[in-house]
């Protein structure tokens, strides 16, 4: 294994932005940058070892610094919408930043995506660490946060955050990788998905959880079987069309538990290649890039605590209390050929 680093642009201010590369003994590797630890890059080999990058991200570096679809980007405080961007916690009311209408997404303005984190090299990958302030973004409690990448000669990565605070506050963090393993910026359309899941939070038009839970058997959102995103992402079904495709969250297991289960499966046929993800999180939010500026070429699967999870109290917590400690972590594993097993589970 080989970590390498180096200083790729700079921001405004004239803060060095690096980027750190990772590469196993095969010759795959994946990349990194400080600028909202982010996964940038991720080189993978198809059935014949050809190596692509299946990633989503940009041509121009610099481009991160300005970018608004959250690429690879770490995202917190809290991934996803929060109503009326506030809640309260022991009676008090906490008004957060409204960056979506009258709610809060991934963060808000103050975002965990819109930070220089500090960083070191691990043997077999890199840790980013950042202090969020008390007040950040409107969020109660100062918050020393970790999140470890590690790559191994298996071609998984794993993704673990930590966290720690000084006073009772909402946590969720989240990876916001866009996955085409076709290694192209072609349309996902023709790749084939598995959610080990039978049921989504059901939502509003503005993407807010209703509080219910919808069963997928027989609907656009069944992938409870291998099949192809194409078949039913453009269906008539109102919440595709609000969604531009699928933004929905899939439930894992309903309370929170350290136990590691399997998210979903991915297949490209051309290619050959596969991904499989792994999270001890309660939800994966499967998001097919609706309102990407390319729709439907990337697919991100955001393993979290369900969204809006603050309005819920039937939602499995995750409100971090003075001395826990927050630490989740997903893997993702890529492969060659598909998994025949995953079309009957």
Same mark, same amino acid.
């Given at each position: 294994?080989?970590?390498?680093?180096?200083?790729?642009?700079?921001?405004? @201010?004239?803060?060095?932005?690096?980027?750190?590369?990772?590469? =196993?003994?095969?010759?795959?590797?994946?990349?990194?940058?400080?600028?909202?630890?982010?996964?940038?890059?991720?080189?993978?080999?198809?059935?014949?070892?050809?190596?692509?990058?299946?990633?989503? /991200?940009? /041509?121009?570096?610099?481009?991160?610094?300005?970018?608004?679809?959250y690429m690879g980007a770490t995202i917190g405080r809290v991934a996803n919408r929060i109503a009326n961007a506030?809640?309260?916690?022991?009676?008090?009311?906490?008004? &957060?930043?409204?960056?979506?209408? &009258?709610?809060?997404?991934?963060?808000?303005? @103050?975002?965990?995506?819109?930070?220089?984190?500090?960083?070191?090299?691990?043997?077999?990958?890199?840790?980013?660490?950042?202090?969020?302030? =008390?007040?950040?973004?409107? %969020?109660?409690?100062?918050?020393?946060?970790?999140?470890?990448?590690?790559? =191994?000669?298996?071609?998984?990565?794993?993704?673990?955050?930590?966290?720690?605070?000084? $006073?009772?506050?909402?946590?969720?963090?989240?990876?916001?990788?866009?996955?085409?393993?076709? /290694?192209?910026?072609?349309?996902?359309?023709?790749? %084939?998905?598995?959610?080990?899941?039978?049921?989504?939070?059901?939502?509003?038009?503005?993407?807010?959880?209703?509080?219910?839970?919808?069963? #997928?058997?027989?609907?656009?959102?069944?992938?409870?079987?291998?099949?192809?995103?194409?078949? @039913?992402? +453009?269906?008539?079904?109102?919440?595709?069309?609000?969604n531009k495709g699928y933004n929905h969250c899939y439930v894992l297991k309903e309370e929170s538990s350290p136990?590691?289960?399997?998210?979903?499966?991915?297949?490209?046929?051309?290619?050959?290649?596969?991904?499989?993800?792994?999270?001890?999180?309660?939800? #994966?939010?499967?998001?097919?890039?609706? %309102?990407?500026? +390319?729709?439907?070429?990337?697919? $991100?699967?955001?393993?979290?605590?369900?969204?809006?999870?603050?309005?819920?109290?039937?939602?499995?917590? $995750? &409100?971090?209390?003075?001395?826990?400690? +927050?630490?989740?972590?997903?893997?993702?594993?890529?492969?060659?050929?598909?998994?025949?097993?995953?079309? +009957?589970?």
């Open positions: 294994m080989k970590v390498l680093h180096w200083i790729e642009t700079y921001t405004e @201010s004239g803060s060095p932005i690096l980027k750190f590369r990772v590469i =196993n003994n095969a010759g795959a590797y994946v990349e990194f940058t400080n600028w909202g630890a982010r996964w940038i890059a991720a080189v993978i080999p198809d059935v014949n070892n050809v190596l692509a990058n299946v990633l989503i /991200g940009y /041509g121009q570096f610099a481009d991160y610094l300005h970018d608004e679809y506030s809640f309260t916690i022991d009676g008090k009311t906490y008004l &957060l930043e409204a960056n979506d209408g &009258l709610n809060t997404n991934h963060g808000g303005y @103050s975002g965990f995506h819109n930070r220089i984190w500090q960083w070191e090299e691990l043997a077999d990958g890199v840790r980013f660490f950042l202090i969020s302030p =008390n007040g950040d973004g409107g %969020y109660p409690g100062t918050i020393h946060v970790v999140t470890d990448y590690r790559f =191994n000669d298996e071609n998984e990565l794993s993704v673990m955050h930590y966290a720690q605070t000084d $006073c009772s506050t909402y946590l969720n963090i989240t990876n916001h990788a866009y996955f085409n393993l076709s /290694g192209t910026k072609t349309k996902i359309t023709k790749h %084939y998905l598995r959610v080990f899941s039978d049921r989504i939070l059901d939502t509003t038009p503005e993407f807010l959880p209703t509080g219910r839970l919808n069963r #997928v058997r027989n609907t656009p959102f069944d992938f409870t079987y291998l099949k192809q995103i194409g078949k @039913s992402i +453009y269906s008539d079904d109102e919440q595709i069309r609000w136990e590691l289960l399997k998210a979903a499966y991915l297949f490209e046929p051309e290619t050959g290649r596969s991904l499989t993800v792994l999270t001890d999180l309660p939800g #994966v939010l499967i998001y097919t890039a609706g %309102y990407y500026k +390319y729709p439907d070429t990337g697919i $991100c699967f955001e393993t979290q605590f369900y969204p809006d999870t603050p309005s819920h109290s039937n939602f499995p917590s $995750c &409100l971090l209390h003075l001395g826990e400690t +927050y630490k989740h972590y997903t893997i993702f594993r890529f492969g060659k050929g598909i998994d025949e097993k995953y079309k +009957y589970e």
